[in-house]
């Protein structure tokens, strides 16, 4: 049940965590998903074989962490 609840929200968190970026990058939407999708290339060959959304976590995680802002 719980494996089918996680696929099932999958969808609205990656949405969730894209806009959540957008917003903490601060530049227009076209030069955020630059940004963002510049930061996804870079940790899929850091960090092959994981999940989109882990790589979504990992990117706003270190923004948030870099500009020294709390969760």
Do not use: C
């Not at 959540?20 to 030069?31: D, H, I, K, R, V």
Request: glycine share 6%; charged share 35%.
């Amino acid at each position: 049940m719980f494996n089918l609840f996680s696929t099932l929200t999958r969808p609205f968190k990656i949405r969730r965590l894209k806009k959540e970026y957008n917003m903490l990058y601060g530049s227009s939407g076209t030069a955020a998903e630059q940004s963002l999708r510049r930061q996804m290339v870079y940790l899929q060959k850091k960090h092959p074989g994981r999940s989109e959304e882990w790589y979504l976590e990992k990117v706003v995680y270190d923004l948030k962490r870099d500009r020294g802002l709390r969760r």
